[in-house]
Nanobody
Framework: QVQLVESGGGLVQAGGSLRLSCAAS????????MGWFRQAPGKEREFVAA????????YYADSVKGRFTTLRNNAKNTVYLQMNSLKPEDTAVYYC?????????????????WGQGTQVTVSS
């Protein structure tokens, strides 16, 4: 089992950047592929980005491709989401998630463990 804690959210102006962190504890971090999801007010939670156990493979939603980057540091048991060129429509609660399935996964039901979420607000 793994526990996940996100941090790094906040308020930023459009065009700005934020870096989210997700710290893991419990079972060996490198065992898990990781994903990022977000949920905006009144909307369903949606996939944002994912990376494989080593971080060598990544996958992004079209809406964030070219602006967001996910990477992990297995020595620090942490995965990051670097968000650049932020837009008001990126405003949401962002969640990290872990799955024991291999490769990159973008289906929510493929993830076993979830963090509590961190709020990102982008002002126009």
């Amino acid at each position: 089992q793994v526990q996940l804690v996100e941090s790094g959210g906040g308020l930023v102006q459009a065009g700005g950047s934020l870096r989210l962190s997700c710290a893991a504890s419990g079972r060996t971090f490198s065992y898990y592929a990781m994903g990022w999801f977000r949920q905006a007010p009144g909307k369903e939670r949606e996939f944002v980005a994912a990376c494989s156990q080593t971080g060598a493979s990544t996958y992004y939603a079209d809406s964030v491709k070219g602006r967001f980057t996910t990477l992990r540091n297995n020595a620090k048991n942490t995965v990051y989401l670097q968000m650049n060129s932020l837009k008001p429509e990126d405003t949401a609660v962002y969640y990290c998630a872990a799955t024991s399935r291999g490769g990159v996964r973008y289906g929510q039901n493929e993830y076993n463990y979830w963090g509590q979420g961190t709020q990102v607000t982008v002002s126009s």
